[in-house]
């Protein structure tokens, strides 16, 4: 799996437990979120897509997939460098619980994610390979080791925040991106 990615989950509860059901796309919701995150955007659907494709979209396009108790909105227009300044719109943009951020690009030699439970930012970290860390508020997660190398912690918060295994060491119970359906659109500033 590519180490280029951006996602932001809005989940009622553990985003893991919805993508293990493979869940029924709820193609509608998919366009209502859309607008919710870019008011005032001009909005054109440009086709279905898997996950496992979608997590790094071009710069115009937002990858978004609506289920049973899960949002998921693949976007590098919404992706901050910290955690901490993801815009107000994007967390209030569902009425979900919880707000879950991972944001990495290998090239660059970055990683950043951040957890929010009923509006309150619980953790923040993100880092790159100069300076080590930019961001780091909150408590660690269980998945997180005591170091700060971007690539592991990329695959570590991937893993334990939603599933994904990001390297040949798949396990039984990995979540499989590549059977999840989200749906694509062009998203363009209105003149």
């Known amino acids: 799996m590519a180490l280029n990615d951006t ?10 437990d ?17 607008e919710r995150l870019f008011p005032g955007a001009e909005i054109e659907e440009i086709g279905d897509e898997l996950l ?9 396009v937002v990858c978004v997939g609506c289920f049973s108790g899960l949002d998921l909105v693949c976007s590098w227009g ?16 569902s009425e979900r619980r919880n707000v879950y951020l991972h ?5 660059a030699g970055w990683c950043s994610y951040g957890v929010w439970r009923d509006g309150s930012r619980v953790r923040a970290l993100s ?12 408590e660690r997660l269980g998945f997180e080791q005591s ?3 971007p690539c592991e912690l990329s ?10 295994a990001c390297d040949d060491h798949e396990r039984i119970d990995d979540v499989d991106p590549e059977l999840i359906p989200v749906v694509a659109y062009r998203v363009s500033t209105a003149s």
């Open 127 to 138: 880092v790159c390979a100069d300076p080590a860390v930019v961001e780091d508020e909150g």
């Open 155 to 164: 695959c570590a918060s991937m893993q334990g925040l939603f599933g994904f």
């Open 103 to 107: 944001a990495a690009h290998s090239d």
């Open 147 to 149: 170091g700060t190398d």
């Open 52 to 60: 496992v494709d979608a997590l790094n979209p071009p710069a115009d």
């Open 7 to 16: 996602l932001v989950a809005f989940a009622d509860g553990n985003p893991i």
């Open 78 to 93: 919404l992706t901050p460098r910290r955690p901490s300044e993801l815009d107000p719109v994007v967390l209030a943009a």
């Open 18 to 34: 919805v993508l293990r059901s493979y869940p029924v796309l709820d193609k509608p919701a998919t366009r209502a979120l859309v």
